[in-house]
């Protein structure tokens, strides 16, 4: 990482136990609590900035006017035209910007999606992900900013095309929070694929797994397990008793393959790190996460308003 990133080496945390937590596991590491202090230090060349999502529109900011490369947590802002100067800003100075979109480093999903790509699932018809669970709500977004952009981005990437409408309902619960609690989002994409997207930090068990629904064949991924369980696809056979139907899950084929377990948040540093050491464009640039912002912020509109929301692409 020195090689890669300079020969400062620093933490900024402004939470004093967390700090000394820090220095005590890592005596030799330069601690600080003025973000100001990294900024003009000149052996810092990059900073991944792990705030929460409401500060991450001016940290960047400052951080790319400093002439550092920037790897910002998701959401990469919480609105379309933040997310939009923030690329601009990269862009003009010559700076690596890149998104926290984690998924996308996911041994599982790689492998996915380069099933999908070779053809063996055929045309995809429907695609389903659930992201459940038991969390403390976010002060400053909803669980379509924190929870539904990863599937955003993860669909649209397996995909390999943006969605063209998207609508929204969902939960919230007043009392104990300014955001939408629950979310269930459908996304419609070009060639007739449908995404469904459900979400919700009310859950007591904790689910991650998407679903890929083609014309040949069907996966169902799991995200905690690395688990990819590939199914034949054909028309549910006639039955006329219980036992009958029993037994229909039996019929046809049914793989169950694991992905190299890896620990994506290691991929996706280690992606960064050879970003700004090749100056390569990030798998997940500026433009990939300002496109997620863009779904959610549509998705929350079409929540508010009890509507469907076109998205349109420039």
Sequence with gaps: MRELLGNGISVCEINKNLASGIQNSYPN???????????????????????????????????LDAGKDVL?????????????????????????????????????????KKEIDSGLFGNINMMMA??????????DCGVIFDFAIHEFDTMSYLLGKMPYEVTATGLHTPDKHAYEDAAFITLKF?????????????????????????????????????????????????????????????????????????????AELSHFMECVATRKKPMTDGRCG?????????????????RSMPLKWS
């Design 29 to 63: 590491m330069k601690i600080s609590s003025d973000f100001n202090e990294v900024l003009a230090d000149r052996d810092i060349s990059a900073v991944s900035i792990c705030t929460p999502a409401s500060s991450h529109y001016e940290m960047a900011k400052r951080a």
């Design 72 to 112: 910002v947590e998701k959401p990469l802002t919480l609105n379309t035209g933040e997310a939009e100067e923030l690329t601009e800003l990269a862009e003009k100075n010559g700076r690596i910007l890149m998104v926290g979109h984690i998924f996308r480093y996911h041994s599982a999903v790689q492998a996915l």
């Design 130 to 139: 659930s992201r459940m669970g038991l969390m403390t709500p976010r002060p």
């Design 190 to 266: 070009p060639g007739g694929t449908v995404g469904h997207v459900q979400v919700s930090w009310l859950t007591p068990i904790k689910i991650r797994e998407i679903m890929a629904v083609g014309t040949k064949k069907t996966a169902r991924l799991n995200y905690l397990s690395h688990d990819i369980e590939i199914y034949d696809c054909g028309i549910v056979p006639q039955y006329d008793t219980f036992g009958k139907f029993n037994l229909i899950a039996r019929e046809g084929g049914m793989l169950t393959q694991r992905a190299s377990i890896e620990e994506p948040l290691k």
């Design 290 to 306: 300002t496109n997620a912002v863009f779904i959610a912020e549509k998705a929350v509109e079409s929540l508010k308003s009890q």
